[in-house]
């Protein structure tokens, strides 16, 4: 691969932001230089800050793209392409895709089986170098289903399997603990009627009630088989992170009450925030806000969940509320690499993946001018 150098950039490092030039060689970092460089044919960043390529844990956004309204299946490799495309135009270079397993063939409000699916379809691409971006699977384990053990058992170690959550939507706790704001999302989206409604939260209930406790056994077990990092989802109460921490988890995603994120602390596990929350100054289903978290030194990690360029924004945002560059700028890069195990990227290095991403700022808002992954310029 090409040399490449990049000079004249504000290169955001572990705990400072230096001015110099990055030298980037066989897809690696090779050179971090305070200052100019006198070799010819560099890139000239015009004073942009220089940041490692973002690492997106948790993002709906590949569903979107396959449906992009309801009842409507995209084909799925156009949907892929130009979901691997976004990505890399936020400047995103690693992502995890959110694939849900456990679907309900039975009642209103039915999921299908779609995961194992999608992911050959991603990996098929990615075989044949179609992918911008670097492409794992994180497979977001609904507990509160039919088909759980069975989807979950299509999968290997062999699968890029980095991350398994456990999900739990069972009506009136965790996420949906206020049914009224369940009521508001699901009937929206499903168009039920409140005879319907009810039927459905029974069903689901009736679901957990059944396979609750096996699925979870479950989840955890294949999650080991696969090597992938297991993490929480929407805990609420210290009972709930107690459970997780028994399991081992490192990661809790979008604890939904400042006293479950508290407990996380207490218990190691790092925890992760959606952005849109964070720019919205709210949750959608009336949860903590995340800038609360953010403001009481209890979040660690930022998920783009279903807005892209939301990973970018906050970060951004972040580096302002804490008047602290580096330490936001970790919160999309070196946090969620460690919370993967990934130990290659996510921090501008020698030796590390040359994944960089050049951003300006107009008026406060970040903007993207140029992505390398692996050192290959992908926007
Ligand atoms: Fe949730």
């Known amino acids: 691969m090409t040399d490449m150098i990049l000079t004249n950039a504000q290169i955001v490092l572990d705990d400072e932001v230096i001015r110099g030039t990055v030298t980037l060689r066989g897809g690696r970092i090779a050179g971090i230089d305070p200052g100019g460089t006198a070799a010819r044919g560099e890139v000239d960043l015009d004073g942009d800050m220089l940041l490692p390529g973002l690492i997106e844990l948790h993002t709906d956004n590949l569903e979107r793209?396959?449906?992009?309204?309801?009842?409507?299946?995209?084909?799925?490799?156009?949907?892929?392409?130009?979901?691997?495309?976004?990505?890399?135009?936020?400047?995103?270079?690693?992502?995890?895709?959110?694939?849900?397993?456990?679907?309900?063939?039975t009642g209103k409000g039915r999921y299908e089986k779609y995961a194992r699916t999608v992911a050959n379809e991603v990996f098929a691409l990615r075989a044949q170098g179609a992918l911008r971006i670097n492409h794992y699977v994180h497979l977001r384990a609904e507990i509160c289903s039919e088909t759980l053990a069975e989807e979950m058992a299509e999968f290997g170690p062999?699968?890029?399997?980095?991350?398994?959550?456990?999900?739990?939507?069972?009506?009136?706790?965790?996420q949906f603990r206020d049914i009224?704001?369940?009521?508001?999302?699901?009937?929206?989206?499903?168009?039920?009627?409140?005879?319907?409604?009810?039927?459905?939260?029974?069903h689901l209930k009736g679901l957990q009630a059944d396979n609750g406790d096996r699925h979870e056994a479950e989840a955890v077990a294949h999650a080991r088989r696969y090597g992938a990092v297991l993490a929480s989802h929407d805990d609420t109460t210290a009972d709930h992170v107690a459970v997780s921490a028994s399991h081992g988890m490192r990661l809790a995603e979008f604890p939904t009450t400042r006293e479950a994120a508290e407990a996380c602390h207490a218990n190691g596990i790092q925890v992760m925030m959606g952005a849109p929350n964070l720019i919205r100054g709210g949750s959608h289903s009336g949860n903590v806000a995340a800038h609360e978290l953010a403001e009481a030194g209890l979040l660690d990690i930022v998920s783009s969940d279903y807005v892209p360029s939301a990973l970018m924004s906050s970060a951004f945002l972040l580096a302002d509320l804490w008047d602290d560059v580096?330490?936001?700028?970790?919160?999309?890069?070196a946090n969620p690499a460690r919370a993967t195990g990934l130990t290659d990227r996510g921090r501008i290095a020698p030796g590390l993946h040359a994944d960089l991403v050049r951003v300006g700022r107009i008026e406060g808002t970040p903007v993207v001018r140029g992505v390398w992954c692996h050192g290959r310029q992908v926007g």
């Open 65 to 105: 793209h396959l449906e992009p309204r309801p009842n409507v299946d995209w084909p799925h490799a156009a949907a892929i392409l130009a979901h691997d495309g976004e990505l890399a135009s936020t400047g995103i270079t690693t992502v995890f895709d959110a694939l849900r397993v456990g679907s309900i063939h």
């Open 158 to 174: 062999d699968d890029r399997v980095g991350i398994v959550s456990l999900m739990d939507h069972t009506p009136g706790q965790r």
């Open 180 to 202: 009224a704001k369940l009521k508001q999302y699901v009937a929206k989206k499903r168009s039920m009627t409140d005879d319907e409604f009810d039927d459905h939260v029974a």
């Open 326 to 333: 580096p330490r936001a700028i970790a919160t999309v890069t």
